[in-house]
């Protein structure tokens, strides 16, 4: 296991309306599964977001396996977000283009060679249990399956960590187990996952590490 | 790795069939300036023509002094054929000048000679300056070099001195009022598809933040929108070398010697119609991406 392969120390963050992080402190090891738990608004997204790098901490730091944003520039961070998989809440599946190319494009945008696009993105899908509905558009699927070309996305390029912001929110039961079960398959593959929840009935279910966040302060 | 061409080419010709309207109007609108600008290239280049040959029809006329002999009038010439700024020269005798005049003066049917009992007109010689020297400057500097040959005095030359200077300050009055309208309308067409790719941009926001989530970087996100400007000015371009073409043809049914037309036109406004596209696409992928 890789240790510290995401850190977070003393990162705060305003946004201009005055909402953001006050005190962080996370680390996720390489193979770990943990749950970052809190109410909406308490700064789940934030954090994540700090991580793939959309915002950068006013203070503090976030190194992600070794670049550091008080050091990185904006040239470099595409190469950072390559290392991770991001599974949004709302799917965010690009809505011009089939699902074989909106998993496929993660790979397509890394130069990767086209045999390896069509052998790694047809596995992807098959993981999800998706092979046959890659030909068809985002908005021809129902939300679980959304979800999960979402997850395919996300786990095409073997991610170091899969980033998973609230993704069984607006799903039924039936399906939030699907989806909870393809991110256990993943995690046992090797790869990290930090999922970002509300649901604190599935938290206190689970054996797993649990960081909890209120009003933009990790709690110790 | 670099990121597939052939996928970004695919990416930029897909955007632009999806923005087909706006990309439309942006192509209209490129076609109809080329156009003009065409136009107006067109007719200046056969006004430059038309005033090329009328300056080769320019003559500088050196008269020549009765009291000369055949050997004097033969060292002027050889003189004056020295200088490098005169072509050829044709020797006018006094009875030659008398010809033309009566041929000039036919219809005053009265023959001065008969009149006056002598042969009053000189002997010249009619100089044609190089191309080179086919300016108000440089016919100054022609006369000057004259001026210095033995026997011929200021008096003795003679030209058209206002035929030069005239043509010339019209055909700058003409490049300036093309240089105007052109750069008009390219401003006018870089505005029109620089508005279009910032559409584009709008109007997929959410997808272009999502495909840098992933790890596009901004150059593979740029890309697209540069191939779909370069596209909008090349079909843009195309369109109008093809309508200044039918144009051109057209016109040489009415005036087959006035219009002229060389394929570098058709060229150049192909050209100028990808700088076009390619700058709007800039310009707002600067501002907006």
Do not use: W
């Amino acid at each position: 296991m890789k240790n510290g392969m995401i850190k977070i120390r003393n990162a705060r963050m305003k946004y201009p309306g005055g909402d953001g992080l006050d005190h962080v402190n996370l680390e996720v090891a390489g193979g770990e599964f943990v749950y970052l738990v809190g109410s909406t608004g308490a700064g789940k997204s934030t954090v994540l977001k700090l991580i793939y790098m959309e915002e950068l901490p006013d203070a503090g730091y976030v190194v992600v396996d070794g670049a550091n944003s008080s050091e990185i520039s904006r040239r470099e961070i595409p190469f950072v977000r390559r290392k991770l998989g991001i599974i949004f809440q709302d799917f965010r599946l690009f809505e011009d283009r089939n699902i074989f190319e909106n998993v496929a494009f993660v790979l397509r945008v890394t130069g990767a060679r086209p045999r390896d696009i069509k052998k790694k993105t047809l596995r992807a899908l098959a993981e999800v249990g998706l092979s046959h509905k890659s030909r068809k558009m985002a908005s021809d699927l129902s939300g679980g399956e959304q979800q999960r070309a979402a997850i395919a996305r996300a786990i095409v390029n073997d991610p170091l960590i899969l980033l998973a912001d609230e993704p069984t929110a607006n799903l039924d039961p039936k399906t939030s187990v699907e989806i909870l079960n393809i991110l256990d398959r993943a995690n046992a593959r090797g790869t990290a996952v930090l999922m970002a929840t509300h649901n604190y009935e599935l938290v206190n279910y689970s054996s797993k590490r649990v960081v909890s966040i209120k009003n933009g302060r990790t709690l110790p | 790795m670099m990121p597939s061409l052939l996928f970004l080419l695919k990416e930029g010709f897909v955007g632009l069939l999806r923005s087909r309207g706006s990309a439309l109007m942006a192509i209209v609108t490129i076609t109809v300036s080329l156009v003009l600008i065409g136009l107006f290239l067109i007719v200046t280049l056969n006004l430059n023509e038309f005033a090329e040959n009328l300056k080769k029809r320019l003559e500088v006329t050196v008269f020549l002094d009765d009291s000369f002999d055949e050997d004097k009038t033969r060292r002027i010439r050889e003189h004056i054929l020295a200088l490098q700024s005169i072509g050829s020269v044709d020797y006018v005798s006094k009875e030659m000048a008398v010809a033309e005049f009566r041929e000039h003066s036919e219809r005053l049917n009265v023959d001065y000679l008969e009149v006056l009992g002598f042969n009053p007109l000189p002997a010249s010689f009619r100089l044609h300056p190089v191309a080179e020297f086919l300016s108000s400057g440089g016919v100054a500097e022609i006369v000057q070099q004259l001026e210095a040959i033995d026997g011929i005095e200021e008096l003795d030359i003679k030209y058209e001195k206002n035929l030069l200077p005239l043509l010339e300050s019209r055909l700058q009055v003409i490049v300036a009022i093309d240089i105007v309208i052109g750069v008009v309308l390219c401003v006018g067409a870089l505005l029109l598809v620089s508005n279009n790719v910032r559409l584009i941009i709008l109007s997929r926001e959410r997808l272009i933040t999502t495909m840098k989530l992933v790890g596009a970087t901004p150059m593979f996100v740029q890309a697209p929108m540069f191939i779909q400007g370069f596209l909008q000015g090349f079909l843009g371009g195309i369109a109008a070398a093809v309508l200044l073409f039918l144009l051109t043809e057209l016109a040489a049914v009415e005036l087959p010697d006035i219009v002229a037309v060389g394929a570098g036109v058709y060229g150049l406004v192909v050209v100028l119609g990808i700088l076009l596209g390619f700058s709007g696409s800039l310009t707002a992928v600067r501002r907006f991406l």
